[in-house]
């Protein structure tokens, strides 16, 4: 069983910044594609960063310049930079990644962190 654990959410004004962490644990023999997903209420869940083992990244239109995406495969951590900050980044941000692990390859999700931007 391979677990997802994200820290470092929580309130800061517009224009400021948080860096999300995302760690994984357990029988985990190599992390494939990673990524961070939102969902703010009311909405659908929506992918914000991806990226993959070898480091290629992807985001979505509304964060390009903003957030930067990072992971360290010796820790098995994801990281999400976050900068410049609006109201519209409010929700609730989950880690994503394909893990092959003792079972084979599988998605798992973390539990979501809180990001609240006030105006």
């Known amino acids: 069983q391979v677990q997802l654990v994200e820290s470092g959410g929580g309130l800061v004004q517009a224009g400021g910044s948080l860096r999300l962490s995302c760690a994984a644990s357990?029988?985990?023999?190599?992390?494939?594609?990673m990524g961070w997903y939102r969902q703010a209420p009311g909405k659908q869940r929506e992918l914000v960063a991806g990226?993959?083992?070898?480091?290629?990244?992807n985001y979505a239109d509304s964060v390009k310049g903003r957030f930067t995406i990072s992971r360290d495969n010796a820790k098995s951590t994801l990281y999400l930079q976050m900068n410049s900050l609006k109201p519209e980044d409010t929700a609730v941000y989950y880690c994503?990644?394909?893990?092959?692990?003792?079972?084979?390859?599988?998605?798992?999700w973390g539990q979501g962190t809180q990001v609240t931007v006030s105006s």
């Open positions: 994503n990644a394909n893990v092959l692990g003792g079972a084979g390859p599988l998605d798992y």
């Open positions: 357990g029988r985990i023999f190599r992390m494939n594609n």
């Open positions: 990226i993959s083992r070898g480091g290629v990244t």
